[in-house]
């Protein structure tokens, strides 16, 4: 029940978006036909819905729209005025992931312009050598508790029927 400022139809790589220039639109619609052939939405529509406008014969109304078809970047959608970015749908750990996917495209822009992959590995380094003093911690804790495991038994058997005696 809320105005809309942009409507979109979008799949995993892809989206397309109508942006309302001026004004509003009252609401929006968005369908998809399933295809049982090929096992996937195979057509999707969207829809923006005005207010109505009472016109006289030889009245004219305009309503400016914007339409972007083409890959869900984020560096392109983020230019736009409306938050289209939003389209990306990054969830709960929004500000994570924008910061991971800025770090992919700065490699592959900047390190690796030639390949995805190469700055996908050099991401993943990256993050296992941010994390790696984490990491470590809990391999060390590990292995305490594998050398307690066998005493751990020990005790366990002794106070089999004695759950408070045991912790």
């Known amino acids: 029940n809320s105005p809309v400022d942009w409507v979109?139809?979008?799949?995993?790589f892809f989206a397309q978006i109508v942006t309302i220039k001026e004004g509003a639109a009252v609401g929006f619609s968005a369908a998809g036909v399933?295809?049982?052939?090929?096992?996937?939405?195979?057509?999707?529509?969207?829809?923006?819905?005005f207010e109505e406008v009472l016109m006289n014969a030889g009245d004219e109304h305009v309503r400016e729209?914007?339409?972007?078809?083409?890959?869900?970047?984020?560096?392109?959608?983020?230019?736009?005025?409306?938050?289209q970015d939003q389209v990306m749908q990054f969830?709960?750990?929004?500000?994570v992931s924008k910061i991971l996917l800025n770090l992919l495209n700065f490699f592959q822009k900047n390190?690796?312009?030639?390949?995805?992959?190469?700055?996908i590995i050099i991401l993943t380094l990256f993050?296992?050598?941010?994390?790696?003093?984490?990491t470590h911690k809990?391999?060390?804790s590990m292995?305490?508790?594998?050398?307690?495991?066998?005493?751990m038994t020990i005790i366990k058997e002794k106070n089999k029927d004695n759950p408070q005696q045991q912790q």
């Open 34 to 49: 399933w295809n049982p052939e090929i096992k996937q939405v195979a057509t999707v529509t969207a829809g923006v819905k």
């Open 127 to 134: 993050v296992r050598t941010a994390f790696w003093p984490l």
């Open 143 to 151: 292995q305490k508790m594998q050398t307690l495991a066998p005493e």
């Open 111 to 119: 390190v690796f312009p030639f390949s995805y992959g190469v700055a």
């Open 138 to 140: 809990g391999t060390e």
């Open 65 to 83: 729209l914007s339409y972007y078809a083409g890959p869900k970047k984020y560096n392109v959608l983020n230019q736009m005025p409306n938050g």
């Open 91 to 95: 969830g709960m750990l929004s500000p």
């Open 8 to 12: 979109a139809a979008k799949n995993k």
